[in-house]
């Protein structure tokens, strides 16, 4: 499991932890891992030229202190001083006297020009709203520059907590972040800014509370939640998902649900809806009623709305039962807010941006540009599970105590035509198997971006490409 905190969190961690150490001990932890990976990067690191992009307070400090170990093996080290009166002193000292050198921001585009490595400790996690002019200038330059980027902590300019990025920010290629994932560099439009991430270990787990602010999960985690039928099973104690979906206009929305809840763990798929026909064709396996969910037979959850167009009268059916309700697509829109609220059965929503929206009540572009604010509102608003689609996937309960999920799996080739209506299906076969909704919703998630991976290999993909690679990522990861 893959765990981030908050900045508040990680500053009292911090503080706990620097007094049971020796003074300078913990910054000199993290000035040896980002130093590691620096020298890593560049290769060799004798005679490679390194700029340092220095702000105040501690983050500088982690980068001067990583700058006087490269210096100290032979690197060219030259330190861009923001703010020279603030800089941490005693780090400066540090890398004078390993041989390393300043410069004024107005001077330094020289030096970045040139340089091999730039290291980005302009702000740390306090800092808000963006950059100022004149780093946003130094993040200009370095944009321009050939040079690898590292971002020490987490990029400059990006919102920690949120991911937003209000202003310019400067992008990295890599960030060596330390002690634990902050949750910005999960999150878009932040993730896209630091690159691959690497966690240095510094000792703050000792002191991080045990229930993380956002978590992400990892193979292992998913193959502990993954379904295993057992020697006496058979196809009703694995679960029955129903998919009410599909329309005359859209029956291939109903195709594709059932496409993926038959790959999804339940025993059987029961459909109702105006696309039996094709459903039958394309899975002659699906038990199919020309009744309503009302009357289709006994299900462990429902999938409403794929390709429903305006008929409500399913989607209100479904939300009647007492079980595990999956509201996606044209489901969203005609359901009532007051009937989802007042569910004493589990309910998952699974709005992409522009649906959360028109649910919200804001512009998509508010959506993307916020989705971790986005995804908790929707499921306090709803009393649900939110599962918010997207180029970073997230999941939210209504309590607001349990951690948001960060799907980690995925292609931007997944934007395509009914590849929701896939991961709806596979996400109510879950339910029906007996996952809670925050944990089906996640490992759906998690398997429908690895079976995007496996089914695009770097090209175009189409969902039921996607529908189809479901098993072999279910094996990848049942066997890793």
């Not at 300043?102 to 740390?124: C, M, N």
């Not at 804001?362 to 959506?367: G, N, P, S």
């Not at 599962?387 to 209504?398: D, E, N, V």
């Not at 999920?405 to 339910?431: E, F, H, K, Q």
Request: aromatic share 2%; with cysteine; net charge neutral.
């Amino acid at each position: 499991m893959r765990s981030a905190h908050r900045v508040t969190t990680v500053r009292s961690a911090e503080h706990t932890l620097m007094a049971r150490l020796p003074d300078g001990a913990l910054m000199q932890r993290a000035a040896a891992g980002l130093a590691a990976v620096c020298a890593d990067m560049l290769g060799r690191v004798y005679g490679s030229r390194v700029v340092l992009l220095t702000g105040s307070g501690d983050n500088g400090g982690d980068t001067l202190y990583a700058g006087a170990r490269l210096a100290k093996r032979g690197a060219g080290v030259t330190a861009v001083l923001l703010s020279p009166d603030r800089t941490h002193p005693e780090a400066l000292k540090a890398l004078r006297r390993a041989g390393g050198t300043t410069t004024t921001p107005g001077a330094a585009a020289e030096a970045i020009s040139r340089a091999d490595l730039v290291l980005d400790g302009i702000v740390g996690i306090g800092g808000k709203g963006g950059l100022r002019p004149e780093a946003a200038r130094l993040a200009e330059l370095t944009a321009a520059s050939p040079a690898t980027v590292i971002a020490v902590d987490l990029p400059s300019g990006i919102e920690p907590d949120s991911g937003e990025v209000h202003g310019t920010a400067l992008r990295a290629d890599l960030t060596v972040t330390f002690g634990t994932h902050k949750p910005g560099l999960l999150i878009d439009p932040a993730r896209e800014y630091a690159g691959p991430v690497r966690l240095i270990d510094i000792g703050l787990a000792s002191t991080l509370p045990a229930t993380p602010d956002l978590e992400s999960l990892q193979h292992a985690d998913v193959a502990a939640l993954l379904p295993h039928p057992a020697q006496e099973s058979d196809k009703y104690r694995r679960g029955v998902v129903g998919i009410a979906a599909g329309s005359a206009r859209y029956p291939g929305a109903a195709v594709l649900a059932v496409a993926g809840a038959l790959r999804g763990g339940a025993g059987a798929v029961r459909y109702v809806g105006p696309a039996a026909d094709a459903v039958l064709a394309r899975f002659p396996e699906t038990l199919v009623s020309a009744d309503g969910p009302k009357k289709a037979g006994r299900v462990q959850a429902w999938v409403t709305g794929p390709g429903a167009g305006d008929d409500a009268a399913p989607v209100a059916e479904a939300l009647a039962t007492d079980v595990p309700v999956l509201l996606d697509a044209d489901g969203l829109r005609l359901a009532d807010r007051e009937t989802v609220r007042t569910r004493t059965a589990p309910t998952l929503m699974t709005p992409h941006a522009g649906e959360a929206a028109a649910l919200l009540g804001v512009t998509r572009e508010e959506v993307e540009s916020a989705r971790l604010t986005a995804v908790r509102d929707l499921a306090r608003a709803y009393r649900a599970t939110v599962l918010l689609k997207g180029s970073t996937t997230l999941i939210a309960t209504s309590d607001g105590a349990t951690p948001v999920r960060v799907n980690p799996t995925g292609t931007p080739w997944l934007a395509t035509a009914g590849s929701g209506d896939v991961l709806s299906g596979l996400t109510g076969s879950l339910l029906a198997a007996g996952l809670r909704t925050l944990d089906a919703a996640s490992v759906a998630a998690y398997l429908h971006g690895l079976a995007g991976r496996y089914a695009a290999k770097g090209a175009p993909t189409g969902a039921q490409d996607v529908a189809e690679a479901i098993p072999a990522a279910w094996r990848d990861i049942r066997t890793d």
